[in-house]
């Protein structure tokens, strides 16, 4: 190689200090090792995982015998600061013992730096408020494989299977494709078969966290139909956050009784350049159910319909926020949006080249949250560079896919050696001011 590469790099928000950053958190997480007994640092384990996930390689043992090679060895260690690389069977061990919770740090970090750096002003639905939509995904299914901590269920057969899932939270916008991921909930078992976690209890579980960790931020939890139920509304109004829930009419038959009995609703609409109908209806402060100490609510419903008349969507939701004409379209606009967060995120994760739902290793504890935590770090990692980061935008841009501009991120660092994140990027985006002799060694 003939040139030096000179990237503009962000302070803050640069490879270099987001590898930094995690570096640190990840030595700051006590090791319950005996000292000098231990072949491999706990820093060097959670950062070979976090770089297998970071190159989407499909397994742990691949990733492990792809770095074998001295100069595998030396771009593990320029790029994410690992002295010795592990074998996979000492990473899963380790993994497996550390307490998933110590990796929290790192989210709140990475968002903070976005805040602090004002990228996440344009992600503002309302002034001072920002969008949040939680679901919950399965990550891990099996009729074999599975510890104290799996989720079970017992089919009419007498099989059982056994998984692991989680209820994700992300800050999103409807005109923004990027997606900000918060710290997940597991949603497990905590005493074996004995008890049932659900997602409903670790949506509670999310929103205290979500508020401790974030105690200033404006926020607007987005969720489907499942959530809009007063145990779950009180929880959000506790923590002094903001609603909008789905309320499907099958699900709340007497606030539709309550709505029906108005001769009409307040309402507005207009037709697009396409012909299309757009309906937007509310009313204030309406019972959510019939019971005594039933909370009022703030109903809102929304429907298209095509040039001919026929109904294309229709949703409505329930929500804090006092609606009125200006607000409503936006309202809407973040009640639709909860669908990027299967589209963007879990759909990116599952189908994308994350492998999200490979068994990387199952664990007796906390391996397999470890490994979908290291995976979504990952993702964030990207998130950021593809909200803030020009030569990377560049090189999605030159590659098309994502599939593609990894497939060549994982060849050209097994081929060649390369001194920065930005060195890499560079060789990809500007291939031809390169020049690479092969010369066989003596």
Request: hydrophobic residues 35%.
């Amino acid at each position: 190689m003939q040139r030096s590469v000179k990237t503009k790099i962000k302070k803050h928000l640069g490879f270099h200090a987001l590898r930094q950053a995690m570096s640190e958190h990840c030595k700051a997480i006590e090791d319950p090792r005996q000292s000098g007994k231990c072949n491999y640092s706990q820093h060097d384990i959670l950062m070979s995982a976090f770089a297998c996930m970071y190159f989407q390689d499909p397994s742990l043992l691949h990733f492990q015998q792809r770095l074998e090679k001295k100069h595998h060895r030396h771009n593990l260690q320029s790029l994410f600061g690992v002295s010795d690389i592990p074998q996979d069977s000492q990473m899963r061990d380790v993994l497996d013992s550390i307490n998933s919770d110590a990796l929290a740090p790192v989210f709140s970090d990475f968002f903070e730096r976005l805040r602090r750096h004002k990228h996440l002003d344009d992600y503002a639905l309302l002034p001072g408020m920002y969008l949040c939509s939680i679901d919950g995904t399965q990550y891990h299914s099996s009729s074999k494989v599975h510890c104290s901590q799996c989720l079970h269920r017992t089919h009419k057969n007498g099989d059982v299977t056994y998984s692991h899932s989680v209820l994700q939270g992300a800050i999103m916008h409807p005109d923004k494709k990027q997606v900000i991921p918060v710290m997940p909930e597991a949603i497990h078992n905590t005493d074996g078969s004995k008890k049932q976690d659900c997602e409903y209890k670790a949506a509670k579980r999310f929103i205290e966290r979500l508020k401790q960790t974030h105690p200033r931020l404006g926020l607007l939890l987005c969720g489907d139909g499942l959530f809009s139920r007063q145990p779950m509304i009180e929880t959000v109004l506790a923590n002094k956050m903001h609603f909008l829930f789905v309320a499907k009419p099958d699900d709340h038959k007497y606030l539709m009784e309550w709505l029906a009995a108005y001769r009409e609703l307040p309402h507005y609409e207009y037709r697009d350049e396409q012909g299309r109908r757009h309906l937007y209806r509310w009313q204030n402060q309406v019972p959510l159910h019939g019971g005594e100490k039933a909370p009022l609510v703030n109903y809102l419903d929304y429907q298209m319909e095509n040039k001919q008349g026929k109904v294309t969507f229709r949703n409505s939701w329930v929500t804090d926020i006092s609606v009125t004409e200006q607000n409503i379209q936006t309202l809407v606009k973040g009640g639709r949006c909860r669908w990027k967060i299967e589209n963007e995120c879990f759909n990116t994760l599952k189908n994308q080249g994350y492998y999200i739902e490979h068994n990387y290793g199952h664990g007796k504890q906390y391996l397999s949250y470890n490994m979908y935590l290291l995976t979504l770090l990952a993702f964030y990692f990207h998130q950021i560079f593809e909200l803030t980061d020009a030569t990377y935008q560049a090189c999605r841009k030159s590659y098309g896919s994502k599939t593609h501009l990894w497939e060549n991120f994982r060849v050209t660092i097994r081929m060649l050696l390369v001194d920065s994140w930005e060195h890499l990027m560079d060789l990809l985006l500007n291939e031809d001011d390169y020049e690479v002799t092969a010369v066989k060694k003596s």
